[in-house]
Structure formats: structure tokens, C-alpha cells
């Protein structure tokens, strides 16, 4: 499997001044229960938006495989791997389930290599300055709605599916 997962806002938005402008637990929950054992692929703002919560742990995800993208070969990169693109990403995964899990130019580059798309939406305007309603708008006309649920605190947690 090769998915997007993702968390947006009600407008589209995923990220403001380079982070998560929401906080949910169960989100993250979610998050690392459906990724675990996976690889992820990531871009560089991405990364360093995660930087701060990992502390003195080794991982930047715990139980993943993380996949930095970025053209800049000078980069370091602390718990992950650094790869140039998305395709070498795709050629270093070491697991069979792979996710792409932001930025947005990830999520728009992936497009044309995931069979499925998790998305969550947070029952909130965050004024957010990066968006994906394109990605949003292809996922919703191109793949097969699979199911979801919508949780107490309001969080809609949809699958979206298709056979590539």
C-alpha cells in the first residue's frame, strides 16, 4: 500500500507558520497507529516541523522507517534518512506500506504513486497559510470512498481507496 494521510481543516488547510496549528491527541493517535511499522516520506519543512517533539529519542517515528526529502545534499537529517526525491524515497522503503505525510508539495507529487488516502478533517476554520484542496479535490474524484467515522470530538476520519 502507498497512502497519503493527512489532517486538514475545514477550508483545506494543513500547516501554519511551518506547523500544526491544531491539537488534537486523538489525531495523533490515529496517526501513529495507522503508520506504525510503515515507512513515511516526508519533506524537509515537514521534518523540522517534527524536530521539536522527538527529545532525546533516537527515531524521529518510532516503529517507521522516516524518509526526508530534500535536493540539498549538505542537509542533516537527526532519526531519518535523507533522500533527493520522492522516487528515491520510494526505492529506500524498507517496508511494504508506505506514507507520504506532508508537505503539500508531497502530497501533490504522490498522487500518482498511492492506492489510498487517509484524511482527516478537523471541524475548524485555523486560518491555515499552506493548503491541499487540490489534492482533496482529486482524491474525492478519482478514488472509491471506503468508509469512516466521525469521532466525540468531532474529528471525520475518511478512507479513500482505488486499485492502481
Request: glycine content about 10%; overall charge negative; hydrophobic content about 35%.
Given at each position: 500500500?502507498?497512502?497519503?494521510?493527512?489532517?486538514?481543516?475545514?477550508?483545506?488547510?494543513?500547516?501554519?507558520?511551518?506547523?500544526?496549528?491544531?491539537?488534537y491527541?486523538?489525531?495523533?493517535?490515529?496517526?501513529?497507529?495507522?503508520t506504525?511499522?510503515?515507512?513515511?516520506?516526508?519533506?524537509?519543512?515537514?521534518?523540522?516541523?517534527?524536530?521539536?517533539?522527538?527529545?532525546?529519542?533516537?527515531?524521529?517515528?518510532?516503529?517507521?522507517?522516516?524518509?526526508?526529502?530534500?535536493?540539498?545534499?549538505?542537509?542533516?537529517?537527526?532519526?531519518?534518512t535523507?533522500?533527493?526525491?520522492?522516487?528515491?524515497?520510494?526505492?529506500?522503503?524498507?517496508y511494504?506500506?508506505?506514507?507520504?505525510?506532508?508537505?503539500?508539495?508531497?502530497?501533490m507529487?504522490?498522487?500518482?504513486?498511492?492506492?489510498?488516502?487517509?484524511?482527516?478533517?478537523?471541524?475548524?476554520?485555523?486560518?491555515?497559510?499552506?493548503?491541499?484542496?487540490?489534492?482533496?479535490?482529486?482524491?474525492?474524484?478519482?478514488?472509491?470512498?471506503?468508509?469512516?467515522?466521525?469521532?466525540?470530538?468531532?474529528?471525520s476520519?475518511?478512507?479513500?481507496?482505488?486499485?492502481?
Amino acid at each position: 500500500m502507498k497512502a497519503i494521510i493527512v489532517a486538514v481543516d475545514r477550508m483545506g488547510g494543513i500547516g501554519k507558520d511551518n506547523g500544526i496549528p491544531w491539537k488534537y491527541s486523538e489525531d495523533m493517535k490515529y496517526f501513529a497507529a495507522t503508520t506504525k511499522n510503515s515507512t513515511c516520506i516526508m519533506g524537509r519543512k515537514t521534518y523540522e516541523s517534527i524536530l521539536p517533539y522527538i527529545g532525546n529519542r533516537t527515531s524521529l517515528l518510532p516503529h517507521r522507517q522516516c524518509l526526508v526529502v530534500t535536493s540539498n545534499d549538505e542537509y542533516e537529517v537527526t532519526g531519518a534518512t535523507r533522500v533527493r526525491s520522492l522516487t528515491e524515497g520510494l526505492k529506500e522503503a524498507s517496508y511494504d506500506n508506505v506514507f507520504f505525510i506532508g508537505g503539500a508539495s508531497i502530497y501533490m507529487e504522490a498522487l500518482g504513486h498511492i492506492d489510498t488516502a487517509y484524511i482527516t478533517t478537523i471541524p475548524d476554520d485555523y486560518d491555515c497559510d499552506v493548503n491541499i484542496n487540490n489534492v482533496i479535490g482529486y482524491v474525492a474524484s478519482s478514488f472509491d470512498y471506503v468508509g469512516g467515522e466521525v469521532s466525540a470530538a468531532g474529528l471525520s476520519y475518511r478512507v479513500w481507496s482505488t486499485k492502481r
